[in-house]
């Protein structure tokens, strides 16, 4: 199983030794709704730039956004983490992850506070995949992430844009979403370093978004239904 994690969404690939893919998902994250109380934070500071620390009440109100913030993130991590954890057990199959170093290298030359929160949930989001993923006697595997979101899955070119979130090769004409693109490529990059499976074709269509865990409705296993497809040219 490939993971790509980015602001808005996880997207998830359940690959079989073959290189093809039994199940496609999509999550929606929170960040956004997380980003939103940051938003307030920085105008109650803008307002008592000066004072805000002698303010009973406006600490308060700071910390409650603040503890918004982490709340929403723990919650969607620990439920999501744990639907990701039962669909790999089932399917018997190791969780491929990106590695973060990279990302946190470039994080520290960013300012800008939605890549710096980002960072933080894709950490804590992959802390509780380990742990429920390992609490169920499964392996979890990084790799490199670089280019994963731009480079052709199919001949190795880089992508170019082709409409909202969906990607195009020029060389080989492949097209697709952009997170599909990356979920392969992560497989792609750990057959090659973990296994010797033959290498996955491509999937043209995305799955639909579907509502973070607090908009789900039924069990996880109904939650977690998914598209079936192939990754591989017959």
Avoid at 2 to 25: C, E, M, P, Q, Y
Avoid at 39 to 48: A, D, G, T
Avoid at 78 to 96: E, N, P, Q, R, T
Wanted: hydrophobic letters at 35%; proline letters at 2%; glycine letters at 8%.
């Amino acid at each position: 199983m490939a993971i790509d994690l980015n602001f808005d969404n996880l997207t998830l690939a359940v690959f079989t030794l073959n290189g093809r893919s039994t199940k496609l998902k999509r999550f929606r994250t929170p960040l956004r709704k997380a980003l939103t109380h940051r938003i307030w934070i920085e105008r109650i500071l803008r307002r008592y730039s000066r004072s805000w620390r002698f303010i009973k009440g406006v600490r308060r109100a700071i910390e409650k956004h603040g503890e918004r913030i982490k709340n929403i993130s723990w919650d969607y991590s620990h439920k999501v983490g744990d639907l990701i954890a039962g669909l790999a057990f089932s399917h018997s199959s190791a969780i491929v992850l990106e590695d973060l170093d990279e990302l946190r290298d470039n994080a520290k030359k960013d300012r800008r506070f939605n890549k710096r929160l980002a960072l933080w949930f894709y950490g804590r989001m992959q802390l509780c995949i380990d742990y429920e993923v390992k609490e169920r006697g499964l392996r979890v595997l990084r790799v490199d992430s670089r280019g994963t979101s731009s480079t052709c899955p199919k001949c190795g070119s880089r992508l170019v844009d082709n409409g909202y979130r969906a990607l195009r090769c020029r060389s080989c004409g492949f097209a697709g979403d952009r997170d599909v693109a990356a979920t392969i490529n992560l497989y792609k990059r750990f057959s090659s370093k973990y296994s010797r499976c033959g290498e996955p074709g491509v999937s043209l269509n995305a799955p639909e978004s579907d509502e973070g865990p607090s908009g789900m409705r039924g069990s996880g296993d109904e939650a977690m239904k998914s598209i079936h497809i192939s990754l591989c040219e017959s």
